[in-house]
């Protein structure tokens, strides 16, 4: 079974704060993404990465970073946490195969104080 | 850019009732993949079935099956002898062509099912 593991399932940070999140996959998929869920809007994409270092703007990428230094590896960077970064942030990985799904971890909610 | 709609926030069904639950989605493409996810209240995202546009067929997995219209761009699930735990939310989502594409999501529907 492929598995995607969020390094926390909850996490409370200050205002300010330099925040990782780390998102781990063993199948070595090539796609890796990120999205932030909130209520009444659903998922939306933060960044993704399709290759080891290669990264693209998603639709909210304000406020964000990320790093690819490993393929199994994509990482979410809050420069400077705010709280209206508080939210649920999904991880997920698919292979390059244009018919394949997309495999989530099973996120971490983070709260912003 | 790609949109998708779930014009319902909220759904109950009875337990073994059926239920459909709508998407509708905006391209110009026409070749693209659909798909539904459930997330259940332990958050994990799961695949309940997707669909390729080029096939006419609609996809079925046991009690889910899709009305898949192509030329009115929509993407309905049913759900049929629905069961407790099938309580959660569900989102439909859209794929463009391409092995680097992106997944774009719809804003989600809550399912009950009262007993």
């Known amino acids: 079974d492929v598995k995607v593991t969020q390094s926390s399932r909850y996490l409370v940070k200050r205002t300010g704060e330099k925040v990782f999140l780390e998102c781990v996959q063993d199948m070595d998929h090539e796609n890796m993404f990120w999205y932030r869920q909130d209520p009444g809007l659903g998922l939306r994409l933060i960044y993704f990465?399709?290759?080891?270092?290669?990264?693209e703007k998603g639709d909210i990428p304000e406020g964000y970073s990320v790093s690819r230094e490993k393929k199994e590896r994509f990482s979410l960077i809050l420069e400077s946490a705010s709280t209206n970064q508080t939210s649920m942030y999904l991880c997920a990985s698919r292979p390059q195969l244009m018919n394949t799904e997309a495999f989530f971890g099973q996120g971490t909610r983070l709260t912003v104080v | 850019a790609q949109t998708v709609t779930q014009s319902q926030p909220e759904m109950s069904v009875q337990e073994a009732e059926t239920v459909t639950l709508s998407c509708t989605y905006d391209t110009s493409e026409s070749d693209y993949y659909l798909f539904w996810y459930k997330q259940p209240p332990s958050r994990q995202m799961i695949l309940v079935i997707r669909q390729e546009a080029y096939k006419q067929q609609n996809a079925t997995e046991n009690r889910f099956s899709v009305n898949f219209q192509k030329a009115a761009k929509s993407f309905s699930l049913k759900i049929s002898d629905s069961q407790l735990g099938d309580a959660a939310m569900y989102f439909c989502?859209?794929?463009?062509?391409?092995?680097?594409?992106?997944?774009?999501f719809g804003k989600g529907i809550t399912l009950s099912v009262r007993p």
């Open positions: 989502a859209y794929k463009s062509p391409g092995a680097n594409s992106k997944l774009t």
């Open positions: 990465s399709y290759d080891v270092k290669m990264k």
